[in-house]
């Protein structure tokens, strides 16, 4: 307490960027990993597995050589970090089209997908936890506390995918309200994105008015009210952002697997995503393009963390030493 | 205890009746499906294709004419196989992981609790798909990739629980006595934390079930001819527009089954932390009848103060006290005295459901018992100044020191952020927090304990207060900050004129900084006296015993305020009469039947006692514990 000028790295929020983003670097390494191991732990050869029994063994020698599969598996290695980094990751199977330029074209709308099912998650559980954190503080209203976590349970048990049929039968084949295929504007975005939200949402929110009934609780919220601010200053200000970032840290893997739930969601709604190609891609055994999707996916649930790390650290700047 | 009977409390639940029950109808139709509905199930009939529901086809049929009730019912057994295996494998994958630690080196461990924590951190689909292009499309590649892919989780679970069980003693014990590794795990390990992992398993075996039909939705899981209820969503949907109930009717076993195992997970959990404290009936005092006059001039003003809280029971019993301008006012009296239920209560800080009630509660003449908080909003925000006990919990954590010193006048005197900013870095320096202006900055945990109490204070201090309540402000302080913080507290009241309300279970405390005390007990106040008199004049029993059992400002304040023989009784189980009567050496039978009144015993006292110590004497205090003077 009494050292006024803590070197660089003593600083605890430098400590805590520096663990986190080695542990983004070695996840990401795993991950890099991992997804070039794929092909070489399939049994027997993908490649003549990918192209059929019928291929001439000529084909598949070439294909074996364009991929460098007869290299030694270290040099295969080293090829394929060089090919990340340069943006080479290798040609489909099927179209002979670059990986890369398959997940660039089918990227933007998996992202558009994930980025407002995020929000919209966000946008409903955030307010929604709070209030009836609120409302069902110091077990008040048990009534409504019992409807809302029985409903949370019901509703953040049941899979997108099963979400997304009955969806589709109630908005776009009963009522025929909304496009239930394709991405041909803001209105076929409802369904998919209401899809993949509501499911964390309802768990967020759950998450969230527990912590909510317990910060409320707290000693420093009493402080808030023996300041006599206003009521929504207290609960907005004081309770809010502590119930957030214990929300956060129980809820936060969420965000995550929202990431790998669009595969799902796009393949019900016919998205051009990311999704779609993935599941045609190991049906086909596509094998260089299913690579390279992992390894977007990964990175994109890494990044979520990430996020969710930045997030907490602001939101509450003990989290950044709590662990050290 | 024993553990069938804790089977059973998380079966007698509501809610592990319902999942039980379900569970139960999904297994024995999985046994029982495709051996009576099977051929229902495969017999295609073109003439009846696509049909609504009829007698003949309660759920209609596909388009092939096949019953789509039957096809459901069958694929039960599909579903459920797959996922139990997926799940056996999760289960053997992460518990083997998880138990690394136990099993193999420490070296080897640790890598392996690396790995599982990086793998924890994708999502089961991810990896589910990652591993089904390895092990292929299908249901054997699909059991594998669903199984695997949970196996993270499930070790970080074990990990954890294994890691609470290792340190205890017979585990030691056991691998002194040379026992193997995996006995060690097997016989002294596992059936420790099998009960989570069974609640756990029944969970994970439901997240298996949906992302089976994730897979087999996807193309991915189960190829025809056969077909599990994943496969038949994925047809279904593909004719909704013709078929809706095709697709509709595996949702909703899919829903079903589900929810059944992992509620039935759910409740089991519950069923073996079932711990519910049993609420002890009391007995509500009616309320008093008389209150004291209103005293003139006070900042404080109390009369016939009840806190009721649902029981119901009374943590305090009315009670009437004034503080007048400038005063220093102690309560003293042992935990459960009810006193710091009633510093909040005059600080209408006491929320649902306690309730609240008084004949006279007026704050610099205001009434606090009308109007809502609102009314008294400012005058309470900037008039009275509250300090609690532990400054550790009460700052917000989230947010700089300075900015909830701020607040305070931002909101009640609408001071833009940059004056009352430097308004808050005046008040710390006022409170003697040195290189205030950097500290205002901080966040609390940036603080000692101290530091954080002149903080508590300086917010305090923020309006113009004309009071101060103090709730043990020192209790969980270091000794040597404690005396800093009642000084400044003292030198606060004595130079600005602000009154103090000081709440403490420690007499010497009070007797340091107060002009007058009152001693409670059992949500009374059963003496009332000038602080210099605590000393020698005292009469009731109890304020006897505690000046006698007080230790002085030297003595070690660590040794508790054990030396009244028994102990206090809580507002549940109130005796009888004087509720300091079983304590007390001159006790009679009128004081066993009734509770003595709070009576005027000379100018500003009061005492509450039948048989009250009029001439201080050596014997009572020999009586109460100790000799002490
Ligand atoms: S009333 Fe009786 S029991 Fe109560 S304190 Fe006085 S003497 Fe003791």
Redesign the interface.
Known sequence: ?TN?TPGLLDRPTVRFAARRLT?FA??LW??VT?SFL?LH???GDPIRAALGMNASQDLVNQRRQALGLDDPLLLQYWDYLKGLFTGDLHTSLSSQLPVAQIIGERLPATLELAVAAFALAIVVAVPLGAVMGVIT????ARRAELVFTTAG??VG???E??LC??L??ILG??LQWLPVAGKTGFASFVLPVVALAVGPAAILSRILRVEMVAVVG???V?????????AF?VYA??AL??AL?STLTLGG?LL??M???T??VE??FAWPGLGST??SS??GKD?PV?QGV?LV??VG??AV?LLVDVALAL????ST?REA | MARGSRWSAAMRTPIGVCAGTVLLVVLVLAVLGPIVWSSRASQADVAAMLQGPSSDHWAGTDNLGRDIAARVLVATRLSIELALLATAITVTAGLVLGAAGVLVGRRVARAVSA?VN?????????LA??F???F??GAQGGVLAIGLAGAPAFARLTQTLVAGIEQRDFVAAARIAGIGRVRVLVRHILPNIAEALVVNAAIGA?GAL?AF??LS????GVQAPDYDWGRL?GE??AG??DQ?IA??AP?VA??IA??AL??FG?ALAKGFGLTTPRLKMGRPTPPPVHGAPAADGAVLDVADLVVTLPGPIQPVRGIDFSVGRGESVGIVGESGSGKSTTALAV?R?L???ARVEATRLSFLGNDLLTGS??T???L??TGLG?V?Q?PM???????RVGG?LA??AR??DGLSRRSALALAVEKLRAVRVP?AE?RARQ?P????GG?RQRA?IG?GLMGRPALIVADEPTTALDVTVQRQVLDLLGSIQREDGVALLLISHDVAVVQQVCDRVLVMYAGRIVEELPAAELAVGARHPYTRALMAAAPDMDTDRDQPLACIPGRAPGPEELPEGCAFAPRCSRASDVCRQEDPPLESDGPGRRTACWHPVIAPSIVDMETAGQGHE
């Open positions: 307490m006024p542990r070695v996840s795993v991950l991992a794929m732990l399939i049994p503080r110091n077990g008040r349970v019901i048990a049941i899979p995918f099963v049929v009955v589709v039968w084949v009963q707290a000693d420093y009493r402080t808030a009210r023996a300041k006599r601010l206003p200053a200000k004081h952002p502590n970032t893997l995550g697997t990431v790998a739930g595969v799902l393949n019900v993935i599941v190991i049906l094998y299913v992992v996916y990964g649930v890494l963390n939101l509450d700047p003990r030493i | 790995g990086i793998a924890v951190a994708f999502p089961a689909l991810l798909l990652f089904a292009v390895i292929g499309v439901g949906l039909a994730g939705f996807l193309g991915l969503l279904g949907l909704i527009y809706p697709a509709l949702a899919v829903i589900g929810l992992n509620l759910e600080a800080l929320a649902e459901p908080d609102r008294h909003r400012r309470l925000g509250v609690f532990d919990t009460s700052l917000n954590p989230t947010r909830q607040e305070v909101q009640h290189a950097r966040y945990h940036e603080f000692s530091m508590m917010m």
